[in-house]
């Protein structure tokens, strides 16, 4: 079992920023990948970016440039950057941990992007 530690989600203004945070605990070894996933209502949940053990990146074409992912493997934790916000990226965010042996969602932080 995984267990997850998710922070840093809340209310902003369009332009401004937040930092996400995912930390992750339990029975986790070799290779994984972490990422994060948004659901906006009435949406389907989407990719937003993920990175593997070994710091490769994927980033959705619509946080490229604005978005940063990153990670501390040694305690395994994720983190979202988040520059330039915009109304569109409001959602849940949702924090996922995969290995060939495993895949664990976490619970989800809200994202509201509003003036």
């Known amino acids: 079992q995984v267990q997850f530690v998710e922070s840093g989600g809340g209310l902003v203004q369009p332009g401004g920023s937040l930092r996400l945070s995912c930390a992750a605990s339990g029975t986790i070894f070799g290779f994984t990948v972490m990422g994060w996933y948004r659901q906006a209502p009435g949406k389907q949940r989407e990719l937003v970016a993920t990175i593997g053990s070994d710091g490769l990146t994927i980033c959705a074409d619509s946080v490229k440039g604005r978005f940063t992912i990153s990670r501390d493997n040694a305690k395994n934790i994720v983190y979202l950057q988040m520059n330039s916000l915009k109304p569109d990226d409001t959602a849940v965010y949702f924090c996922?941990?995969?290995?060939?042996?495993?895949?664990?969602w976490g619970q989800g932080t809200q994202v509201t992007v509003s003036s």
């Open positions: 996922n941990i995969v290995s060939s042996r495993m895949d664990y």
